[in-house]
């Protein structure tokens, strides 16, 4: 633990609880950690759980970090970094925002220049998350290391040379969960459908979908030979897949996936501007 890492969140929401769940006591203490936001709940809440101090609005206690999280919706970006441009000198500021270009981050900071940009994912909140991570050019080793251990707190990262793919990062693993959370419960409704009890439908869907993905992870061979280990010619499987592929569902899939790309592009074009 490195008891001198002083961290700030500006907003204490879904994401930046799950982040200080896994720094807090481990990468630095709670104490060392600051959270800005507007709704007293979520601030009692992360100073309850993790000993973090808090404040409503952006404070002194921003200046005395090494790193400034930026964790509001794209949305309110701009009028948060407005207030948070007297705070900022040499900083690492890190943006978990979908969409918020840093080119656009860097200019309302008056040209600061040692951002990382990075999307996480929700199991994160279980330490199982994955991260893409891109860095500006003025990010010091020392910076990027840091951004690099706060987000390995919370899973794994994958840092990226281009910051365009960051939209694909959203698409995939950012809103990845859920479309797992969707076909689960798409496997559960099935299960009820075909005489099963909720409790039962649950059970056997999360089984399947968490032995799938360890078998995923854990094999050499590609998914397609996985997938074609459960599928006996003529069988149950080849029935379903079949079914699933007369339906477009993979098709349906990329589509979805290349949606949720497109809106990072538009969120950052939207409010991203001046
Ligand atoms: N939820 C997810 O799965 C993921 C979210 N993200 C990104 O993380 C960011 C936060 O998302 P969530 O945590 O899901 O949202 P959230 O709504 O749970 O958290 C946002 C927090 O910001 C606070 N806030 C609003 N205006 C504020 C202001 N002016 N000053 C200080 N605090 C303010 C809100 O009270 C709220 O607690 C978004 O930009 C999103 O794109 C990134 C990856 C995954
Ligand atoms: O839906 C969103 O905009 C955010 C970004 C990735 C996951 N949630």
Redesign the pocket.
Known sequence: MNQNLKISF???????SALIGGLAGTVTDGGNIHV????PD?LQHLAQQFGVTSSATIDAAISASDVVVL????Q?MK??VDKLLPYIHGQLVLS???GIQAIDLSRWLNGHDAIVRC????PALIGKGITGMVATRGVSEEQRAMADLILCAVGSTIWLDDEALIDAVTAIS?SG?AYVFYFIEAMQQAAQELGLTAQQGNALAIATFVGASHLAAESADPISVLRERVTSKGGTTYAALNSLEESGVKASIIAAAKAAAVRGKELGAEFGRD
């Open positions: 500006i907003g204490g929401g879904n994401m930046a800005v936001d507007v709704n979520a964790a509001v919706k794209p309110q009028q948060v978990i925002a979908a999307m996480p994912n929700t950012g969960p």
